[in-house]
């Protein structure tokens, strides 16, 4: 599979205005770089927001392991000492109660994590959350959100690792241009093989083997929706190519949504 840059999405541009007086060439370009422009600040802000929870993910689990993995090596040394004395005794179930409230502390902290991620896995495409890493961490996140409260602790490390591995390939899969195989249906329930192209997390087009069936696809509050656009058939067919490399790079138009 062949990947390209994101840049290459600049041949997206907002379909002609329906009006009744045709816009100048000028104007309609105006209004397509506009949008253009509109579309790719969106898909920038939530690549960035991707970034910024991926760091922020690492430090803290680099950060509260260095600090745990301290505490555990204190505690094993206030053990051996079993005739310490009184003092001792007190250090040891002091360092034992630090650690025991930094670990509840991440605990919290990671559950917190998991409900923000939960309600935006609606923005993951078929294509992305269908990949085995990413089906997997997603159903070991279902499976950890049920955890009773008695279970969290023992289970935080594995957990902190199963977000970064979401976040780090929704990220990946945000920064490129992707074309994908995928069984669609039309209005009458008829099932298509058709190749789907995705620009990040914003914006998808399809269409099938002979030109017959084009959708359109985005996301939603409630995931990913694909809706029937027959008029951009031929243009998605020319964007697929040129993606492929099957012909010369060129600017086509295409909606950047249904509005």
Not at 63 to 83: N, P, V, W
Not at 102 to 126: D, G, H, M, Q, Y
Request: net charge negative; aromatic share 6%; glycine share 4%.
């Amino acid at each position: 599979m062949r990947r390209i840059p994101l840049y290459l999405s600049f041949a997206l541009a907002a379909p002609a205005l329906c009006q009744d007086v045709k816009p100048s060439p000028t104007e309609e370009l105006r209004l397509s770089v506009g949008r253009w422009v509109e579309t790719m600040t969106a898909v920038q802000q939530e690549e960035n927001d991707w970034k910024r929870d991926k760091e922020v993910l690492q430090n803290y689990k680099e950060g509260l392991e260095k600090e745990i993995a301290d505490l555990k090596e204190q505690i094993a040394s206030a053990e051996t000492r079993k005739q310490g004395t009184d003092r001792a005794s007190l250090d040891k179930v002091a360092e034992r109660d630090l650690y025991l409230s930094a670990k509840n502390e991440l605990s919290v902290t990671v559950r917190k994590l998991e409900e923000n991620l939960a309600k935006r896995l609606t923005i993951f495409p078929p294509a992305l959350a269908s990949e085995p890493k990413v089906a997997q961490a997603i159903e070991d996140l279902k499976r950890d959100l049920t955890l009773p409260t008695d279970q969290r602790d023992s289970m935080v490390s594995k957990r902190l690792l199963n977000l970064i591995t979401l976040a780090s390939e929704a990220e990946k899969f945000q920064q490129t241009v992707r074309i994908r195989p995928e069984l669609h249906k039309d209005k009458d329930g008829r099932e298509y093989n058709m190749q789907v192209i995705y620009f990040g997390l914003a914006m998808a087009y399809a269409v099938n083997e002979d030109d017959s069936l084009a959708l359109a696809g985005r996301p939603g509050t409630d995931g990913w929706t694909f809706e029937e656009a027959p008029a951009l058939a031929g243009d998605i067919r020319k964007l697929i190519a040129s993606t492929t490399g099957e012909q010369d790079a060129a600017f086509i138009q295409l909606p950047i949504s249904k509005k």
